[in-house]
T-cell receptor
Framework: EAQVTQNPRYLITVTGKKLTVTCSQNMNHEYMSWYRQDPGLGLRQIYY???????DKGDVPEGYKVSRKEKRNFPLILESPSPNQTSLYFC??????????FGNGTRLTVT | KQEVTQIPAALSVPEGENLVLNCSFT??????LQWFRQDPGKGLTSLLL?????REQTSGRLNASLDKSSGRSTLYIAASQPGDSATYLC??????????????FGDGTTLTVKP
C-alpha cells in the first residue's frame, strides 16, 4: 500500500530535550515536505526536499532541522524544543505530477 | 506571493443537499490544485487533483472545477451525507521550477451534514 508513515503519533517532551520525528514513504517520490498545523494559522511549511541531499527552508524553519540521506526518509529534528513548537506535524511527499500524500500526523507537546 | 482563501469558513447543511465549497487564489500561474479532506486530529486525505491544463475532475459524488483566469476552484458535493462532515482544504501548487513547486493551503471549510 502506498503510504507516508510518521512516527511517533504522539509525543510529550520537555523544553530543551532533543527529539526526532521520522517520516518514510514507499512511493519513490522525489519531493518531501514537513508542515505544522496550528489553530487559526492553518498549514505552514517548515522544510522541504526536492531530492536526496537537497533540502530548503519553508515558511517557518526556525528551530527545526531536516536531513535527506535516503530518498524514502525525511526526518524532522528539534534540537532544543520549546513550548511554541507544540503543534500537529505532518510529513508529505509527491512525485512530479502526482498528488501530495500526507502522513497521519504527529501531535507534539513541549512542556 | 500566492494567497489561498476558502469561504465560508464553516457550513452546515441537512443531509441530501448538494453543496459547493469555494477556493480562490491570487496568482493564476499555478501548476495544479488539490482538494483534501481532514477529519479532526487526523491527516489530510487527497480527494481530487486538477492539473493546470484541466477544467474539472470527478470522483464519485465529488466534482472539482478550475478556472485559472478568475483564480477560482469549486468542489461540488452531491447528495451530502453525515459521513461527509469534515474540513475541506484546497492547496495550490505554483510552478514546478519556481520555489520548488510549493503548495499553498487555504484555511479550509468545515462542513457539517446533519442527519
Amino acid at each position: 500500500e502506498a503510504q507516508v508513515t510518521q512516527n511517533p503519533r504522539y509525543l510529550i517532551t520537555v523544553t530543551g530535550k532533543k527529539l526526532t520525528v521520522t517520516c518514510s514513504q514507499n512511493m519513490n517520490h522525489e519531493y518531501m515536505s514537513w508542515y505544522r498545523q496550528d489553530p487559526g494559522l492553518g498549514l505552514r511549511q517548515i522544510y522541504y526536499s526536492m531530492n536526496v541531499e537537497v533540502t530548503d527552508k519553508g515558511d517557518v524553519p526556525e528551530g527545526y532541522k531536516v536531513s535527506r540521506k535516503e530518498k524514502r526518509n525525511f526526518p524532522l529534528i528539534l534540537e532544543s524544543p520549546s513550548p511554541n513548537q507544540t503543534s500537529l506535524y505532518f510529513c508529505a511527499s509527491r512525485g512530479l505530477d502526482s498528488p501530495l500524500h500526507f502522513g497521519n500526523g504527529t501531535r507534539l507537546t513541549v512542556t | 506571493k500566492q494567497e489561498v482563501t476558502q469561504i465560508p469558513a464553516a457550513l452546515s447543511v441537512p443531509e441530501g443537499e448538494n453543496l459547493v465549497l469555494n477556493c480562490s487564489f491570487t496568482d493564476s500561474a499555478i501548476y495544479n490544485l488539490q482538494w483534501f479532506r481532514q477529519d479532526p486530529g487526523k491527516g489530510l486525505t487527497s480527494l481530487l487533483l486538477i492539473q493546470s491544463s484541466q477544467r474539472e475532475q470527478t470522483s464519485g459524488r465529488l466534482n472539482a472545477s478550475l478556472d485559472k483566469s478568475s483564480g477560482r476552484s469549486t468542489l461540488y458535493i452531491a447528495a451530502s451525507q453525515p459521513g461527509d462532515s469534515a474540513t475541506y482544504l484546497c492547496a495550490v501548487r505554483t510552478g514546478y521550477n519556481t520555489n520548488a513547486g510549493k503548495s499553498t493551503f487555504g484555511d479550509g471549510t468545515t462542513l457539517t451534514v446533519k442527519p
